[in-house]
């Protein structure tokens, strides 16, 4: 009983701390004066080609009019960049596009072992959920799916820290070949925040996992 209360409350505090975080990384990433400046700049997916030419990644692209941001699918080698009218507009648009850039030129093996880890850690999840349904679950099983979560959140973290500090110089060399260097000043005041508010949305869904299963665990002990 202890570990879920003590897990609720982590969640919470962790939760207020996001919703604070987040709120400045919007007030951040929206400025009507920049957002004209970049109106000048190319299309989401001519900004991309540049940038994939610079850092000499070959991956494809695909544009989505309907996801609201950009993603680098690994085992697809292929960026799906985001088309929206808000994503053709906002300022911080060559950030988010450099960002999966990089991505795309990152250590295979460490891509390997985060979309390896990734799939482990659902699959044993699955087990162990099946598992404390039949109340054949125990908090060491529990322990474990913990353990793997954290392994799989740092090989994560490795790429998503990596693409966030590296994305910010990309941008600056892109913007500066068009005298826009300052929008690059801005996105370094974007990225501490961006990075932080990152690591809260990837640990508070494994908090929530784990708080669900230990709560599975003390439900099955009391009826059994
Ligand atoms: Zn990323």
């Not at 795309?104 to 087990?127: C, E, P, W």
């Amino acid at each position: 009983m202890a570990i879920f209360i003590l897990l609720v409350v982590v969640m919470l505090a962790l939760y207020l701390l996001n919703a604070k975080l987040l709120k400045e990384t919007q007030r951040l990433a929206s400025d009507e004066e920049l957002d004209k400046v970049t109106e000048s700049l190319p299309d989401n997916e001519e900004i991309c080609t540049e940038i994939q030419k610079d850092l000499g990644s070959k991956c494809k692209i695909e544009l989505d009019d309907k996801a609201k941001s950009s993603a680098y699918i690994f085992f697809l080698n292929k960026i799906i960049l985001s088309n929206t009218e808000s994503s053709k507009k906002n300022y911080s648009r060559v950030l988010f596009i450099a960002h999966e850039c990089v991505h795309s030129v990152q250590d295979r093996l460490t891509h390997q072992m985060n979309f390896g880890l990734a799939n482990i850690k659902n699959l044993y999840d699955i087990i162990l959920l099946v598992l404390l349904l039949l109340r054949k679950g125990s908090l060491e099983l529990i322990m474990i799916s913990f353990l793997i979560s954290f392994v799989s959140f740092y090989y994560r973290m490795i790429l998503e820290a990596d693409a966030v500090y590296r994305s910010v110089m990309v941008s600056r060399k892109y913007l500066k070949k068009r005298d826009l260097e300052y929008i690059a000043d801005k996105y370094e005041e974007i990225v501490p925040k961006t990075i932080q508010s990152m690591y809260f949305s990837y640990i508070m869904p494994i908090l929530a996992r784990q708080s669900a299963f230990v709560f599975l665990l003390l439900v099955g002990r009391v009826f059994s």
